[in-house]
């Protein structure tokens, strides 16, 4: 009996053998990337010492953690993560839905192709590109604005590189403008996936477009929303490194508005040397990213059960 079993479960698992072996690579990489280097989280309880190595190195409990937040940047980058990263998903995903409805409507094939391609090329542009297209624009010297612009309506030149008030915009439009278009392609490829007869049906009864796009698009894409903007809160802890540190050209008369979790850990970590306050700020950064992610799912849950990542 105790062989049946044992040769029933051998021809099982060896049927799904090629499938384990071709999930390998997948599952080494998990591990390599993803899994391994949590080894790195426990320097920030430890007061690091080269010499020593990082096992050998004193622990000094939580002191990492006070001394990061006793500093007034705790604030600041906290508040400046939350801010951002919020105005990033609202405003994303009204402008994506937006022009991803708008492509539908394109019936020329060659147009709607050329528009699909238009909106999705800042996408594939470098952030370092960007900001040196950034400056082109913004540079008291040489920049369109300054230059053109502002003269053209009798305003004075605005130093942007030294006043901070402005980045604010300055960063949502540039994040808008360089990511909205991948997102319109997950939105455009679930709206193609509506059933046209819903909308056959309600021309039919006479509903105008936007009656169309209240009843129709709108609810038959909500669950495909639900996942990218839970997908955007698991992550709302981490910014976009190129976006705060490369486009306002790590100027420091910035620091109070572009500073955020990730050029604060990089900053503590190139400049300073502080290599455990760093990974103090990191583990922070991931904890509440981790919080943040079963709290917007709970929600999720709690209103329609489907729409939830687990």
């Keep these: 009996m105790e062989q049946t079993k ?30 391994l280097p949590m080894f790195g989280l426990i320097i920030a309880f430890k007061d690091v010492n080269f010499a020593k ?29 939350l801010l951002y990263n919020g105005g990033f998903i609202a405003i994303n995903l009204v402008v994506a839905v937006g022009i991803a409805i708008l492509l539908n409507e394109v019936k020329n ?3 709607a192709r050329f528009y699909q391609s238009v909106v999705l090329l800042p996408y594939l542009i470098s952030m370092v ?13 040489t920049g369109f604005i300054n230059n053109t612009v502002l003269p053209m309506l009798g305003l004075n030149e605005i130093s942007w590189y030294s006043e901070a008030k402005y980045w604010p915009y300055i960063l949502n439009l540039v994040h808008v403008w360089k990511s909205a ?16 007869e819903y909308y056959e049906a309600a021309t039919l009864d006479g509903a105008t477009k936007w009656q169309q796009i209240r009843a129709i698009t709108l609810p038959l894409i909500s669950p495909v929303i639900t996942m990218m903007t839970l997908l955007a809160i698991g992550r709302i802890f981490y910014s976009d490194f190129g976006l705060f ?36 700020a990191g583990l922070y950064q ?15 849950r709690k209103i329609n059960k489907d729409n939830a990542l687990f």
Excluded: H
């Design 6 to 35: 044992k040769s029933e479960f051998t021809r099982r698992y060896a049927r799904y053998a090629p499938l384990f072996l071709m999930m390998l690579p997948g599952l080494l990489y998990l591990v390599l990337n993803n899994y």
């Design 53 to 81: 190595g990082i096992l050998g190195s004193d622990w000094i409990g939580f002191s990492n953690f006070e001394y990061l937040f006793k500093t007034r940047d705790a604030y600041i980058i906290t508040r400046n993560t």
């Design 109 to 111: 094939k060659f147009m």
């Design 129 to 141: 590109i960007v900001s040196y297209l950034v400056y082109a624009l913004l540079s008291i010297e």
């Design 181 to 196: 278009g991948f997102l319109c392609v997950v939105y455009l490829a679930a709206i193609i996936g509506i059933d046209q």
């Design 245 to 280: 540190y490369q486009v306002p050209m790590d100027a420091g008369a910035l620091s109070d508005t572009t500073n955020v979790i990730d050029t604060y850990v990089y900053r503590g970590l190139m400049q300073l040397g502080d290599i455990g306050m760093s990974s103090a």
């Design 286 to 300: 991931s904890i509440v990213g981790f919080v943040l992610v079963l709290l917007s799912n709970y929600v999720v």
